[in-house]
């Protein structure tokens, strides 16, 4: 299998793209969360506690 990866050259184009990025990361995160085996309230908790932590991380 061949990969070709084309990156933006702009400062705008490289924003755009991790703006997309970013998009579709938590587009997944949600679609992960909402499968999980457990209350919505549980699901609330997790959520909350990933935020804390990446707020940490900055």
Same mark, same amino acid.
């Given at each position: 299998? %061949?990969?070709? $990866?084309?990156?933006?050259? +702009? @400062? &705008?184009?490289?924003? /755009? #793209?991790? &703006? /997309? $990025?970013?998009?579709? &990361? +938590? /587009? &997944?995160? #949600? @679609?992960?969360?909402?499968?999980?085996?457990? +209350?919505? %309230?549980?699901? #609330? /908790? #997790?959520?909350?506690?990933?935020?804390?932590h $990446?707020?940490?991380?900055?």
């Amino acid at each position: 299998m %061949e990969v070709f $990866l084309i990156f933006p050259k +702009s @400062k &705008q184009a490289r924003q /755009e #793209l991790g &703006q /997309e $990025l970013a998009k579709f &990361q +938590s /587009e &997944q995160v #949600l @679609k992960t969360v909402q499968k999980l085996p457990c +209350s919505t %309230e549980q699901k #609330l /908790e #997790l959520v909350d506690a990933a935020v804390k932590h $990446l707020k940490a991380q900055q």
